[in-house]
């Protein structure tokens, strides 16, 4: 997995291979595309939890939904991106 391919990367001190390239950008290009396949408000929502670091009330606050609700939503994307990964 990714992970281990960073791993690697990291303990030989040295540049990645070409074949640890090659992993690395189709890797990036699955999670992108994966992203990009999720709806409006749920791109927003990751978006504000997890590259703004807003918490779950002041999302709800933006988009005009309780707490529990965002919450619901952040759990039941991120199975469905893990779903997607998977497939």
């Known amino acids: 997995d990714i992970q281990d391919i960073l791993s690697q990367v990291s303990e030989r001190g040295g540049p990645p291979s070409p074949l640890q390239v090659a992993i690395l950008s189709e890797t990036k290009r699955r999670h992108v595309d994966v992203l990009k396949s999720l709806k409006p ?11 703004e670091e807003i918490n779950y009330r ?29 497939d």
């Open 41 to 51: 408000r749920e791109q927003t929502i990751l978006s504000l939890y997890y590259v």
């Open 58 to 86: 002041e999302i709800g606050e933006i988009m005009e939904l309780t707490e529990s609700r965002i919450c619901q939503i952040v759990r039941a994307t991120l199975q469905k991106l893990a779903k997607r990964m998977r």
